[in-house]
Nanobody, 119 residues
Framework: QVQLVESGGGSVQPGGALRLSCAAS????????MGWYRQAPGKERGLVAS???????YYADSVKGRFTISRDNAKNTVYLQMNSLKPEDTAVYYC?????????????WGQGTQVTVSS
């Protein structure tokens, strides 16, 4: 299958920046989508940003203009550059991998990394 390893979370003051990384390994298909979701306490997990293997990117309205998602297909790694961070960005961020196989879609989650924005 596919395994994901995340890194880069932490604590930062409002207006600061963080960069998350997620490396995928295993039986990776060339056509896939990787992205980041987040879940704050008491809230549902929601999509932050995603990028396909053909580099089509999607952003949630709340992060447009502040976050940038990118990927290195040679390294099977996706990055999330988070700038101008706000307290409401505080959440556990989860990396996500998706592809489509004969038996149906494959979805894999990372273990999650905490991002805390506070003064």
């Amino acid at each position: 299958q596919v395994q994901l390893v995340e890194s880069g979370g932490g604590s930062v003051q409002p207006g600061g920046a963080l960069r998350l990384s997620c490396a995928a390994s295993g039986s990776i298909r060339s056509a896939n989508t990787m992205g980041w979701y987040r879940q704050a306490p008491g809230k549902e997990r929601g999509l932050v940003a995603s990028v396909s293997s053909s580099s089509t990117a999607y952003y949630a309205d709340s992060v447009k203009g502040r976050f940038t998602i990118s990927r290195d297909n040679a390294k099977n790694t996706v990055y999330l550059q988070m700038n101008s961070l706000k307290p409401e960005d505080t959440a556990v961020y989860y990396c996500n991998y998706r592809d489509y196989r004969l038996g149906g879609p494959l979805t894999v989650w990372g273990q999650g990394t905490q991002v805390t924005v506070s003064s």
